[in-house]
């Protein structure tokens, strides 16, 4: 899949798949329904939330992330939709992570999740009240999952004392 863009209608189509199974699952709306399709996937795309999706294959494969999800993540379209999901976990949590997963897929989806990523410069954030779904596609198969988020925060880390990190004793 190629960045979203008016070229290509801004992948209306798989806009249209995160939209529609978003709503059959919720019974909630990412957009307003009365939105034409392909306004539908030029809002999504630049909405000021986050919104991504990965494949299903055994180690997934992210296959969308709008504008915001790119910035948060600190990458490209390209470098984003050739990285397995499990990435954008650190490798400490990554167990919680499949846990997650596993849940969605049997559940349909789940609300309220909160958790730790990673962006691709090494910035950690926790997420807050994120849904996680799965996706289908237009015969009923599976065809990943998909996750939206409006509440994000940097994780800072403390900064050691002068000198600390060259093993000189701070003055007491």
């Given at each position: 899949m190629f960045i979203p863009s008016p070229a290509n209608h801004f992948q209306v189509d798989h806009a249209e798949r995160l939209?529609?199974?978003?709503?059959?699952?919720?019974?909630?709306h990412l957009l307003d329904p009365a939105l034409p399709p392909?306004?539908?996937a030029e809002a999504l795309f630049h909405a000021p939330f986050v919104v991504l999706s990965h494949d299903t294959q055994a180690d997934?494969?992210?296959n969308y992330g709008n504008l915001a999800a790119l910035q948060l993540f600190s990458m490209?379209?390209?470098?984003f939709t050739a990285m397995p999901s499990r990435f954008t976990a650190e490798a400490s949590i990554r167990a919680e992570r499949e846990r997650l997963l596993a849940e969605v897929t049997a559940r349909g989806y789940i609300d309220?999740?909160?958790?730790?990523?990673?962006?691709?410069?090494?910035?950690?954030?926790?997420?807050?009240?994120?849904?996680?779904?799965n996706l289908f596609d237009d015969t009923n198969q599976r065809y990943g999952?998909?996750?939206?988020?409006?509440?994000w925060q940097v994780i800072r880390t403390p900064v050691p004392l002068l000198g600390s990190e060259f093993g000189i004793p701070s003055a007491s």
């Open positions: 939209r529609g199974t978003y709503h059959a699952l919720t019974g909630r392909v306004v539908a997934p494969i992210l490209s379209w390209e470098e309220d999740y909160a958790g730790v990523r990673i962006a691709n410069n090494g910035t950690r954030f926790r997420i807050a009240q994120a849904t996680v779904w999952q998909a996750a939206t988020f409006r509440q």
